[in-house]
């Protein structure tokens, strides 16, 4: 029975990863290309948009204990746009019924010298023209189709 339960399980997980999966109740509604077009979204600062896939009371939960909602994500992120030219690749996705794992980059130029932004860290602070990398974790929650959570682990900011 376990070996079924695990099969079962590693068919879906695949299946997510196509896109095409069929959770017991009915389709997935939260793909692989819904995240892409929402990754699309963001990389582009188009805040309209990569709000859409977020649930009205959506949160995203920083690793210093600061909880954002949707208002203050929008925030961020303009903010974060505002100094470094960042654009997001994935490393590494799951997607299942009730989440994805994420492990990725941003990386790109700043536009100005942020040093109260982004730093002091290990490689000093961000200067207009430096190119730097942050490579992390996040792990998405899912309801209703929709980003209900987001849990923001950082692996390492470093310039390249």
Known sequence: ??????????AFLVACIHGNALAADGPVRFTKDDFAAYLTALNAHDYDAFTRY????????????????????????????????????????????????????????????????????????????EIWQDEFVMLYKLRDAKIAELHFADIGFKRL
């Open 54 to 129: 977020y649930t009205s009371d959506v949160r995203l939960y920083q690793p210093d204990g600061q909880v954002l909602d949707r208002d203050g994500i929008v925030t961020f992120e303009r903010s974060a746009a505002e100094v470094w030219d960042w654009r997001m690749d994935v490393l590494q996705i799951v997607i299942d019924d009730e989440g994805i794992a994420l492990r990725a980059r941003m990386y790109g130029p700043f536009r100005v010298d942020a040093p109260e932004v982004f730093g002091p860290g290990p490689s000093g602070s961000p200067k207009a023209g």
């Open 1 to 10: 029975m376990r070996t079924v339960a695990f099969l079962t399980r590693t």
